[in-house]
């Protein structure tokens, strides 16, 4: 029973070598490749958006808001980031000076969270509500990128009647 024990930690200590001898002779990945997979990106959605119809404004080089006014949020602006190999969509549903933090509160932006497809809920580093989806670039194409936008729109628009009755301005 020792020496099975035994050769479980040798086989242990042979894996965990291998892969730390992997890791400090791997190759980095350069910069040019992600360079040039953000420059692709970049080009691929800045494509949609002309494409797609929405009135939005180029806020940095790979940063773009599309202006929309939602059935519920009232200035809605969705921020449409490309990044080497994905798409960000999302938009601050409410900011932290207006949400009310209670138990109830939490518990609808946690049953929420569940209960949406593709997306994510949450609280930002700022403490705003927030509600993003993130998508791969490699196969996107314009009616899955306008599908992802949408679903941002209508769930933007249900979290934030789900949060309403908590907002400190109501």
């Not at 691929?44 to 599309?66: H, R, S, T």
């Amino acid at each position: 029973m020792e020496s099975l024990m035994n050769l479980r930690k040798a086989s242990c200590l042979v894996v965990l070598s291998a892969l730390l001898t992997m890791t400090l002779t791997a190759k980095p990945v350069g910069k040019i490749t992600n360079q040039a997979d953000k420059a692709e990106t970049v080009a691929k959605i800045a494509g949609f958006l002309k494409d797609a119809g929405y009135e939005y404004k180029k806020a940095d080089d790979n940063v773009w808001v599309i202006i929309h006014k939602g059935k519920s949020v009232p200035n809605q602006q969705t921020l449409v980031v490309a990044l080497s190999d994905m798409l960000l969509v999302g938009v601050v549903v409410a900011e932290k000076k207006d949400i009310q933090v209670t138990a109830d509160s939490m518990f609808k932006l946690l049953h929420l969270a569940h209960d949406v497809d593709y997306m994510k809920v949450g609280i930002d580093d700022d403490g705003d509500l927030f509600v993003r989806s993130e998508v791969r670039t490699r196969a996107l194409n314009l009616s899955e990128f306008k599908d992802t936008v949408e679903r941002v729109f209508t769930s933007a628009d249900r979290a934030y009647l789900e949060i309403k009755p908590y907002l400190k301005s109501q």
